[in-house]
């Protein structure tokens, strides 16, 4: 069993099951019946938030508990996603075949981050989205969540260059905000975001 295992076998949602507000303030961007990536995506709050938004998703995860709750929200909230399980140092998607790629929290190691991000860019349509949420360096200073090592963490400079050449950025910001997502992310916590456009 991998650390996701443990964590999500604790009873209820690690982070909750409502959406990530990032997510939910971008997917106005999203034309109806969008083809969306989620990798990452835990026990399934984002992906099953965006099927009830009428998209077709596809929510990846390399724990089997957090794709198993993800098919349970699913229901519970009446929509259909597909599932995959895999691990992103090594899984690519099929290329061109998205219209949005979110990705929020989900924090890479730095010997394969920016390889992994180049290959989930390459799975989108030329014009699509991604939209990304996660913290920077600077949230080892809060205790709201996240990964503990500075390499985990993102900045928006670090960002630009993983997709550069294949995603033109249109948000690179960072800075604080209120997190209320579960039992995992609750506080006052410093974070990046950063939207782009496939070119």
């Known amino acids: 069993m991998n650390v996701w295992d443990e964590r999500f076998s604790e009873p209820g949602f690690k982070y909750g099951t409502e959406p990530n507000a990032f997510?939910?303030?971008?997917?106005?961007r999203l034309p109806q019946g969008s083809r969306v990536l989620v990798p990452g995506d835990g026990e399934g709050r984002n992906g099953v938030w965006l099927?009830?938004?009428?998209?077709v998703v596809i929510s990846v995860d390399s724990s089997?508990?957090?794709?198993?709750?993800?098919?349970l929200l699913a229901s519970e909230r009446e929509v259909s996603i597909t599932t995959q399980l895999a691990d992103l140092a090594a899984w690519v998607p099929d290329e061109a075949s998205f219209?949005?790629?979110?990705?929020?929290?989900?924090?890479?190691?730095?010997s394969f981050r920016q390889r992994a991000h180049r290959a989930l860019a390459r799975g989108l349509v030329q014009g699509g989205w991604?939209?990304?949420?996660a913290f920077h360096p600077l949230q080892l200073a809060h205790t709201s969540g996240g990964p503990k090592e500075?390499?985990?963490?993102?900045?928006?400079e670090q960002l630009s260059a993983d997709f550069?050449?294949?995603?033109?950025?249109?948000?690179?910001?960072?800075?604080?905000?209120?997190?209320?997502?579960g039992p995992g992310h609750q506080g006052l916590a410093h974070v990046t975001r950063w939207i782009g456009q496939r070119i």
Do not use: N
């Open 51 to 55: 099927a009830r938004q009428g998209h």
């Open 164 to 181: 550069d050449g294949i995603i033109a950025p249109e948000l690179t910001w960072h800075g604080e905000i209120h997190l209320a997502e």
């Open 23 to 28: 997510v939910r303030d971008s997917a106005v």
């Open 130 to 133: 991604i939209f990304l949420e």
């Open 150 to 156: 500075v390499d985990m963490l993102y900045t928006p």
């Open 99 to 110: 219209d949005a790629l979110v990705l929020i929290y989900t924090h890479l190691p730095k």
């Open 64 to 71: 089997v508990v957090g794709l198993t709750k993800t098919a």
